[in-house]
């Protein structure tokens, strides 16, 4: 149980076009889902977090009108990268959270791999 | 804003040695996770660790959360090269549900 999956796997696009992933929790519902990015041989950094039917939370530097975020359902959660950059280019990875308590558990999905050219 | 330190950053071991990863923190966290991350996907979950003094054991991982709950330990015996990974730990602070993930420790385990 608790499994995540993420839409595409990996997408290239040209700069300045908009590119939207998916998060599923295929097998639970996810109040809470949170998104991360990751640059080679690095950490995951949160983005934001975000909550169904409610607007998202960014992290501090994290720029929300071009990252755009929307909570739709309790199993969907997606991620718009407006006008993309080269810069844009990474591992985006998204985690849906199981349970209501403090020790709840992320489940991560599998990442997308963004490239601009 | 809390940051969690791990070391070494990256460890490259003979299979059937052991070893030890770090995690530093100078802050308090309610629980602390392991994760363990292969090129190209998304990180699993090892370990959640949420008592002072906690030792948890899975196989040949040995995990320990600090006494103060600021720090922790991942002690493998006898690697193997399907250990070989990214190992990344995870703090989440208070009641607060966002993890701060450490800056990640590289293995590879040479067979």
């Known amino acids: 149980g608790a499994v995540v999956s993420q839409h595409p796997s990996w997408v290239i696009c040209k700069s300045g076009t908009s590119v939207k992933i998916e998060c599923r929790s295929l097998?639970?519902?996810?109040?809470?889902m949170f998104w991360y990015r990751q640059f080679p041989k690095q950490s995951l950094m949160l983005m934001a977090t975000s909550n169904e039917g409610s607007k998202a939370t960014y992290e501090q530097g994290v720029e929300k009108d071009k990252f755009l975020i929307n909570h739709a359902s309790l199993t969907l959660s997606t991620l718009t990268v407006t006008s993309a950059h080269p810069e844009d280019s990474s591992f985006y990875i998204c985690?849906?959270?199981?349970?209501?308590?403090?020790?709840?558990?992320?489940?991560f999905g599998p990442g997308t791999r963004l490239t601009v050219l | 804003t809390q940051l969690l330190e791990q070391s070494p950053q990256f460890l490259s071991i003979q299979e059937g040695e052991n070893l030890t990863v770090y995690c530093n923190s100078s802050?308090?966290?309610?629980?602390l996770q392991w994760y363990r991350q292969e090129p190209g996907e998304g990180p699993v979950l090892l370990v959640t660790?949420?008592?002072?003094?906690e030792v948890k054991k899975l196989k040949r991982l040995t995990f320990q959360f600090g006494d103060a709950r600021k720090d922790s330990s991942l002690h493998i015996t006898a690697a193997q090269p399907g250990d070989t990974g990214l190992y990344l730990c995870a703090g989440a602070a208070g009641s607060a549900r966002q993890l701060t993930f450490g800056s990640g420790t590289q293995l590879t385990v040479l067979p």
């Open positions: 802050s308090v966290f309610s629980s």
């Open positions: 097998d639970f519902q996810a109040t809470t």
């Open positions: 985690s849906a959270e199981s349970g209501t308590g403090f020790t709840d558990t992320q489940y």
């Open positions: 660790v949420v008592t002072g003094g």
